[in-house]
């Protein structure tokens, strides 16, 4: 069972090969003079099964698009099972309609990929697990929660407090605290519905002192974090790490995280990496993910 890889994360595609001591399949990939995309599975021998490894990142259109046509291809080679690797969905945000007149992005999307006739799709922490009901094909949906668990566990103390940024990740970081066997604190938030301000209106529980890991499942501007981290530093806290599953590396982000209160963040490669930092360290879910194949 080869590995193909669109052009979003060919860093994981690589790492998960070598985890299913496999190789990656040989594609060209490339575009036509109007703009359009061209795909050309050069793979004598594609088998029957096949991996099909695509985030759905920057460019999100352009990575869909080329993952759909890749299946495509490989079904006209004579591939009857694809397992679809989509470590991170985009549109996955936009689940719902919030005001009249827009699509369910997140659903359209689901048909989308729905027509190139997968067996099962792997992805990791969805926006909200509901999202997986827009597909008819199954869907196991990974916990980035998992792989923190393993590279913090040695690292944090009776010291240690796990902090929810907001109300969203209100659940997630209660069970990563329990994972840790750590205390957990929930910030308290107010948003102006007019404007989209979010102003911090406290803390659950007094943090003075103590080594701060922040648990969420996505850095998109880094407001979140940024004024996460400027509100505790105001509580005197010793540290501030944080983990979060994916990194969308939209431009500048870095840089403000550079800038911010945190001393280190802690993320994984379901986007490929495009940034460096001192404060950043990338850890890999490429074994997680042929564990799930393998089963």
Request: proline share 3%; charged share 25%.
């Amino acid at each position: 069972m080869l590995v193909f890889s669109g052009t979003s994360n060919k860093l994981l595609a690589a790492r998960l090969a070598k985890a299913l001591k496999t190789r990656l399949g040989k594609i060209e990939l490339s575009k036509f003079p109007n703009d359009e995309i061209r795909v050309w599975v050069t793979e004598k021998n594609v088998g029957k099964r096949a991996v099909v490894v695509q985030s759905l990142s920057h460019r999100t259109d352009n990575h869909l698009m080329q993952f759909c046509l890749i299946c495509d291809a490989l079904k006209r080679k004579g591939v009857n099972k694809i397992i679809a690797v989509i470590p991170w969905m985009g549109y996955s945000k936009q689940d719902k309609a919030f005001r009249p007149g827009e699509p369910l992005s997140a659903q359209v999307v689901a048909k989308m990929l729905e027509v190139t006739q997968l067996t099962k799709i792997i992805t990791y922490d969805l926006h909200k697990p509901e999202i997986a009901r827009f597909f008819k094909t199954k869907v196991i949906n990974l916990s980035g929660r998992r792989v923190f668990r393993e590279y913090f566990k040695n690292k944090v103390d009776q010291n240690t407090v796990v902090v929810a940024p907001d109300e969203g990740a209100r659940n997630s970081s209660k069970r990563f605290a329990y994972d840790l066997k750590a205390h957990v604190a929930y910030i308290k938030k107010k948003r102006d519905l007019n404007t989209g301000k979010v102003t911090v209106r406290g803390i659950s529980r007094s943090v003075a002192g103590k080594k701060i890991l922040i648990k969420d499942d996505m850095i998109a501007t880094g407001s979140t974090l940024i004024e996460a981290a400027k509100f505790l530093k105001t509580q005197n806290v010793a540290s501030i790490a944080v983990a979060a599953t994916h990194h969308l590396y939209l431009p500048g982000v870095q840089e403000k995280l550079d800038q911010s209160g945190i001393t280190n963040l802690v993320v994984t490669d379901t986007v490929e990496p495009k940034a460096r930092s001192k404060k950043l360290t990338v850890v890999s879910v490429a074994e997680m993910i042929a564990k799930e194949i393998r089963n």
